[in-house]
């Protein structure tokens, strides 16, 4: 017998804690437009139990994975090893973890180590909460396409000839009623809508897709996986602005998961298994810290430029400006790198963990960081399950952006701020294929 149970806690920071997202900016946050949500699902048969977590945060340190992990294991029994902590990626969240260096200012703006380990224990405590409430149920898959044609995502660095993934995933769960008590979704598209003028709490255009599809299904809990949505965003395809493009993304999306479950063919088939493990990445040979200096006087030239100029786009000032934040990040990856203390802090996120959980013809793969879409679609291309979902952010983040091997021969924001070397994206894509193999194959 399959079973599932389901949870939803509301992680909303206080007033005046500071925003996740553009690292450079002070934001305070004056308060809620909508909540963050940690949103949790249990799933078991007569052999194999799993927790799935979806976190409305920009990411999640690997250490307090660890902790929620092990609170879960030792309340529930669920093994750490079958529990995936998932983050949607908003950047109008609050900052649960970071890498980068900070202004003391944001550094008191920031949730304390206390305060951390009081939100590990209650999202550990929403999973024993939803493994309580397990229940029979059955399970139906199905995706569809909703990408740039309708407006929606794109690939930021090349609008015209990047790879982009227009799938959108679901997985739906029904109870022996046939009601619908919970579905997953995974797309592939970040959640920064809003820029650093909003100080608002916000899951971004997730939050509506949540609310769209609750309209439908009030019962329903709704947990988003973020797709390798490194490279991809709706900079050269947004309408409007600020939480209006929100409500317009979420709202398109959410309708196109309402259609997709109203076709989805469920079945009580019950097999369940996971595999994990981890991988050394390896880092980038640093350039010396005048190139990086001259570099970021460079890209702020650029960019103040384009300020005060009367032709320039928006899209052309947006990418200057994140220009400027990747010529930042890879000076302070220098200034760090060169001390013990900074060194262990950018490197802790190291092992990366690539998990895998399968659900009869369909998989769920788990990656730390996030990675350009180019990842995402090989995996899917080369996987033996016909329905596999590639999932980032998961289980941790990573120092900086997984890029293609040809993104660090042009350069650009992403590059800039990552410390992985030209060839770990391909290391975790391999990997992440070995453990597909094996899961198939038990």
Not at 125 to 148: D, I, M, P
Not at 195 to 220: F, W
Not at 269 to 295: F, G, H, K, N
Not at 334 to 346: I, S
Request: hydrophobic share 40%; charged share 20%; glycine share 8%.
């Amino acid at each position: 017998m399959l079973r599932a149970g389901f949870s939803m806690l509301d992680i909303s920071p206080d007033i005046g804690v500071q925003l996740a997202g553009f690292p450079d900016v002070l934001r305070k946050n004056t308060g809620i437009h909508d909540p963050l949500y940690a949103t949790t699902m249990v799933l078991s048969n007569d052999s194999e139990t799993i927790c799935l977590i979806s976190l409305d945060l920009l990411w999640y340190h690997k250490k307090d994975v660890a902790v929620i992990r092990q609170l879960i294991e030792d309340q529930t029994g669920i093994p750490s090893s079958n529990i995936m902590i998932c983050c949607t990626h908003t950047h109008s969240g609050h900052i649960a973890a970071s890498f980068a260096e900070f202004t003391p200012q944001q550094l008191e703006a920031m949730p304390t180590a206390e305060e951390i380990q009081a939100l590990n224990a209650r999202i550990a405590n929403s999973a024993v909460v939803a493994y309580h409430r397990l229940s029979q149920v059955e399970l139906g898959s199905g995706a569809r396409t909703c990408g740039s044609e309708h407006g929606i995502g794109g690939n930021r660095r090349d609008p015209l000839n990047g790879k982009v993934d227009p799938l959108l995933q679901l997985l739906a769960i029904r109870d022996k009623n046939k009601r619908l008590i919970g579905c997953i979704v995974k797309y592939a598209l970040h959640p920064s809508t809003m820029h650093e003028d909003n100080t608002l709490v916000s899951s971004d255009y997730v939050g509506y897709l949540r609310e769209t599809i609750k309209k439908t299904y009030p019962d329903a809990y709704v947990l988003f996986l973020q797709g390798t949505a490194g490279d991809q965003s709706n900079r050269h395809t947004r309408v409007y602005k600020g939480f209006a493009e929100a409500k317009r993304i979420g709202t398109m999306l959410g309708n196109a998961a309402v259609n997709l479950i109203e076709k989805i063919d469920f079945t009580k088939q019950d097999l369940l298994s996971v595999a994990q493990t981890e991988t050394i990445l390896p880092l980038r040979r640093l350039p010396s810290l005048e190139e990086t200096i001259s570099c970021t006087k460079k890209s702020k030239a650029v960019y103040e430029n384009l300020k005060i100029s009367d032709t320039a786009t928006p899209t052309e000032l947006r990418r200057a400006e994140v220009e400027m934040f990747g010529a930042d990040c890879l000076a302070s990856y220098v200034r760090q790198m060169a001390d013990p203390v900074g060194r262990e802090k950018l490197t802790a996120e190291l092992p990366a963990e690539v998990q895998v959980i399968r659900w009869n013809d369909m998989v769920i793969v788990g990656m730390q960081g996030e990675l350009f879409v180019e990842f995402g679609l090989d995996i899917q291309k080369k996987s033996p399950f016909s329905k596999t979902f590639v999932v980032t952010l998961a289980n941790g983040g990573l120092p900086g952006y997984v890029c293609t091997r040809e993104a660090y021969c042009t350069g650009g924001y992403e590059v800039g701020s990552s410390l992985l070397a030209p060839d770990a994206g391909e290391i975790l894509a391999k990997t992440a294929q070995e453990l597909l193999q094996k899961v198939i194959n038990e």
